[in-house]
């Protein structure tokens, strides 16, 4: 069974910019998560998508954010880009609900110069 | 969802197992105990979870202490290829009507290393 993708895999923005990132689910998971990794904050939760709802958000600016679609993929929106939003961007796939487990794609790494 | 605390950094010789603790002593009766690992600059990769039991798979075993406070992950027989920094997260399991509980809360984890 394929795994989590995320396209693209690198992406070099400048400030003021926006930016959207492509997440494909592993095959039957309905539930698509989006975290933000930096080396300061490390791994933090910015929101999940089931059935094309948002179900759960963190605690992240309004410029951040996301949409599912009916086939699960998901999209992830950064507007006005700030050299902080510089990151690795992971999404992560489930089947429904815990205890199903969140499997990861391999990330997106955005900088932001 | 209750917090771990894990060593920052652990060394472990080629071929020996590797015992990483996770301590959770605020866990509640329906939090399951995860394991992921990352390698440098990779997603996370999911080892194993468990409830109260002890769990063994292709990657590895988790032992779960009586009380459910502590667990540790042993990789049987570490490669270099397991060098990577491991989380210990624990999160709610279903029985639950309040959604809110689907993220992972990850901490700083322990780095490990693997010595030829």
């Known amino acids: 069974k394929a795994g989590v993708t995320q396209t693209p895999r690198y992406l070099i923005k400048t400030r003021g910019q926006q930016v959207t990132l492509s997440c494909s689910p592993i095959?039957?998971?309905?539930?698509v998560s989006w975290y933000q990794q930096t080396p300061g904050q490390g791994l933090q939760f910015l929101f999940e998508y089931f059935s094309e709802t948002q179900r759960n958000k963190g605690n992240f600016p309004g410029r951040f954010s996301g949409r599912q679609f009916s086939n699960s993929r998901s999209e992830m929106n950064v507007s006005t880009l700030e050299l902080g939003d510089s990151a690795l961007y992971l999404c992560?796939?489930?089947?429904?609900?815990?205890?199903?487990?969140?499997?990861f794609g391999p990330g997106t790494r955005l900088t932001v110069l | 969802d209750a917090k771990t605390t894990q060593p920052t950094s652990m060394d472990c010789a080629e071929g020996r197992a590797a015992n990483l603790p996770c301590n959770h002593s605020?866990?509640?009766?329906?939090?399951?105990v995860y394991w992921y690992r990352q390698i440098h600059s990779q997603g996370p990769q999911y080892i194993i979870h468990g409830l109260k039991n002890n769990e063994t798979n292709e990657m590895a075993s988790l032992i779960i202490t009586e009380d459910r406070k502590s667990s540790t992950l042993i990789l049987p027989h570490a490669t270099l290829r397991d060098t990577a920094v491991y989380y210990c997260i624990v999160r709610v399991g279903k029985g639950l009507t309040n959604f809110g509980n689907e993220k992972l809360t990850f901490g700083t984890g322990t780095r490990l290393t693997i010595i030829p």
């Open positions: 992560a796939s489930m089947k429904n609900r815990p205890p199903d487990t969140q499997y």
């Open positions: 605020t866990i509640s009766g329906n939090e399951y």
């Open positions: 095959s039957g998971h309905r539930s």
